[in-house]
């Protein structure tokens, strides 16, 4: 069994659309968001906090707004931007810029406690450490990233769809949804299963399951 460690009862879904209904479960886990510039470092002391905690293989994500004007802001900070200026002021900071091009990221890292003897890629901790992983664009870093001197083995998976920031549309989704558009529609004008079809965690989740079933992990 998976734990995946959320309260958004609709990232088990799409989870469960990739992996399995009998493969993943939610777990309620109040990790330490530790700050960093990227997605992957976030993620992956998450998944070594869970993992600690349970015991089992769990995965934890992280996903930002990367808009090309503000050279990827806010990124790993989306979260605490949306809360204190909104997507609506968002917007109107973006809007006097020439370029409106974005992308919303998601990295997925997946801890068990094991070495990932089938990674394709040979991995050199001590050259690995620190770096960004946000130059890495195959989609499923393989690594075991330090983190505070951690040492815990870690996969990283990232999941990017590119789209355009634009004046808030539509009632659905959550966070920068209104004013993320992909392919002329924004992420709250589509219904859950077009957005989970083309979504950025769906991307990651995707590359997870088919580390998954490659390396028969979770049997």
Same mark, same amino acid.
């Given at each position: ?7 958004? /009862?609709?990232?088990?879904?799409? &989870? ?11 777990f309620d886990f109040d990790y330490t968001e530790v700050q960093g510039e990227d997605l992957a470092a976030v993620a992956a002391h998450g998944a070594r906090e869970a993992y600690r905690?349970?015991?089992? /293989?769990?995965?934890?994500?992280? =996903? ?9 802001? %806010?990124? $790993?900070? =989306? =979260?605490?931007?949306?809360?204190? #200026? ?5 917007? @109107?900071?973006?809007? $006097? ?5 974005? &992308? ?13 003897? &089938?990674? $394709?890629? %040979?991995?050199? @901790?001590?050259? +690995? @450490? ?7 664009? !195959? ?18 998976? !990232? ?8 004046? /808030? @549309? ?7 949804d209104p004013i993320f558009e992909h392919d002329g529609t924004t992420f709250a004008e589509m219904d859950t299963e077009a957005k989970n079809a083309v979504s950025h965690r769906g ?13 028969? +992990? #979770? +049997?």
């Open positions: 069994m998976l734990k995946f460690v959320t309260t958004n /009862p609709g990232k088990i879904h799409e &989870a469960r659309k990739y992996l399995g209904e009998a493969t993943v479960e939610q905690a349970t015991g089992e /293989p769990v995965i934890v994500d992280d =996903s930002g707004l990367f808009i090309d004007a503000f050279d990827g802001f %806010p990124g $790993p900070y =989306s =979260s605490y931007v949306e809360d204190r #200026l909104g997507i609506d002021r968002v917007w @109107r900071l973006t809007e $006097p810029e020439d370029d409106h091009g974005g &992308a919303f990221e998601t990295v997925i890292a997946y801890c068990d406690g094991e070495d990932f003897a &089938a990674t $394709p890629n %040979p991995v050199d @901790r001590e050259e +690995r @450490r620190g770096q960004d992983l946000a130059a890495d664009e !195959r989609g499923a870093a393989t690594t075991d990233e330090q983190v505070a001197g951690d040492d815990l083995p870690v996969k990283l998976f !990232r999941g990017r769809v590119p789209g355009t920031i634009v004046a /808030p @549309r539509g009632d659905g989704g959550f966070g920068f991307r990651a989740l995707a590359k997870f399951a088919e580390w998954v079933e490659t390396t028969e +992990r #979770l +049997r």
